[in-house]
């Protein structure tokens, strides 16, 4: 980071998912989806640029971010281990996380309890709140494959018994591989999850979070985040 950015922070590095469809993922390279326009549209009224770094890894994008290499992840949920190393904004706005399962093969549930003896897979480096992610640790069999064509594959071909996935990523998967027919969604969610940006703790652009905050308190307010997110919804 040069000095004249890390001195006045009037240019934010920002980084999301390549691929949580519509919350945050690439569209012809650019970074798109909720999240990172919410984030753009807040910028922009404090007067500061948004730069996207080069496509990354989940994990290696996180681990990029706890350094100070990018400043702010457009994107994800909370959880105590990332608390440590970001500091989160308020919420942008709420996700659904559900359970696939093949097509004939649906079973019951209610609670996390109805998973315990199934496998299962969910995205690499994924968090699904603290609950939950807790709740895996021990008691859960999760798989956690490079790709989301290679979790729906185990599904298909019934190596597990279940996908753990935010649902409108996961209908959006399932649309671009036409596999809507052979995929059932459970109707009870797992989470009900708050989406997030996280700003580095490694990074003194971590200072605007106030400013971001008040921004992002004004776009609720007069109803422009909601037409962000409105927009995607209609898109799916």
């Known amino acids: 980071m040069s000095a004249t950015h890390a001195d006045s922070c009037d240019v934010v590095t920002v980084n999301g998912s390549d691929v949580w469809q519509p919350v945050s993922y690439r569209d012809g390279g650019q970074l798109a989806g909720i999240a990172p326009d919410i984030l753009r549209r807040a910028f922009a009224e404090i007067g500061v640029a948004v730069e996207v770094a080069?496509?990354?890894?989940?994990?290696?994008l996180l681990d990029n971010a706890a350094l100070g290499a990018t400043d702010i992840?457009?994107?994800?949920?909370?959880?105590?281990?990332?608390?440590?190393?970001?500091?989160?904004?308020?919420?942008?706005?709420?996700?659904?996380?559900r359970i696939f399962v093949k097509k004939g093969r649906e079973f019951h549930y209610q609670t996390l309890d109805d998973l315990v003896g199934k496998s299962g897979a969910m995205p690499l480096g994924a968090s699904y709140g603290e609950a939950f992610d807790r709740y895996a640790d021990e008691h859960l069999q999760l798989y956690e494959p490079g790709s989301y064509p290679a979790m729906f594959q185990m599904l298909i071909t019934g190596r597990i018994d279940y996908v753990v996935l935010a649902h409108l990523d996961g209908v959006a998967e399932l649309r671009s591989t036409n596999l809507n027919s052979n995929i059932s969604i459970l109707p009870n969610p797992v989470a009900v999850n708050e989406v997030y940006a996280l700003f580095s703790k490694a990074s003194p652009c971590s200072g605007l979070l106030e400013r971001f905050n008040q921004r992002l308190h004004a776009l609720k307010e007069s109803g422009a985040m909601q037409q962000i997110v409105d927009g995607y919804l209609r898109s799916e």
């Not at 080069?54 to 290696?60: E, H, L, N, V």
């Not at 440590?84 to 942008?92: E, I, N, P, T, V």
């Open 54 to 60: 080069a496509p990354q890894p989940w994990k290696r």
């Open 73 to 97: 992840v457009a994107g994800a949920y909370v959880n105590a281990e990332r608390a440590r190393k970001y500091h989160y904004s308020d919420a942008l706005f709420a996700d659904e996380v």
